[in-house]
Every structure is written in C-alpha cells, then in structure tokens.
C-alpha cells in the first residue's frame, strides 16, 4: 500500500510539472499513472474475486451472478478512470458520455440478475 502511495504521490507531482510545460503531455502521463496503479492494484483485486469465488462455490450461488458482478465493478471503476481523465484534461462533455456509457453497460450486464430475480418472484406467486 505505500507503494501504491508513493507512486501517486510522484505521479501527481511529474503530473503537475509536465501539466505546466506541456498541457498536451500530461494526459498521457496522467494515464500512464493509472495504469501503473491499476496494475501495482492486480494483487489485491485478485484476492477480493478469488473469496467471492471461493464463498459462492460454497455457499452454492451460481458463479455466473459472481461474474456479473465482478464485471459491473470493474466497468464502474474503469468508467470513474476515463471519466477523471477527461475532466482533468478539460473535457466535460466527453467525461459525461463516458459515465452514461459505463451506466448503459452496467445495466446490460445486470439483465441475467434481473431475469433470475423475475423468474424466482414467478414462481413463488404461482406456488401460492
């Protein structure tokens, strides 16, 4: 985690000096900063997909619920990314198309949940 730390904290500094003496430069260095973070993060976001698996397969849950979930979460974290990156480098409206575009995604992915939701309330109302 002070890796993490660091690597920001030296990230957000080259950010502002570069943003200073080449504006059209720093995207690409903000970008490089969040990947370099996203991927230092890899371990971590393993071992948190690793105990749903792990407590689903347990509990029985299919893991196909898992993996929707897994991918809205990571849709919504990339989606917040691009969307910073372009609200820093001044593009507002393309940073709200990107948020309606994760949002869309998000509510594609939910469909199979949603189904499965609509099935299981069908069949306890035909039961009574």
Do not use: R
């Not at 985690?1 to 957000?12: E, F, N, V």
């Not at 299919?62 to 593009?91: E, H």
């Amino acid at each position: 985690m002070i890796q993490l730390i660091g690597i920001s904290l030296i990230s957000a500094t080259l950010y502002g000096v570069i943003k200073k003496y080449s504006p059209e430069y720093s995207v690409l260095a903000e970008i490089g900063s969040v990947l370099l973070v996203l991927v230092l993060s890899y371990p971590y976001i393993k071992t948190i997909i690793d105990f749903y698996y792990e407590y689903t397969e347990s509990g029985g849950i299919s893991n196909n619920y898992v993996k929707a979930v897994i991918k809205t979460i990571g849709v919504a974290i990339l989606t917040q990314f691009a969307s910073d990156i372009c609200k820093d480098s001044g593009q507002n409206a393309l940073s709200d198309k990107i948020e309606l575009a994760g949002k869309l995604i998000m509510a594609v992915l939910a469909i199979p949940m949603a189904q499965a939701l609509i099935e299981v309330a069908v069949n306890v109302i035909k039961m009574d």
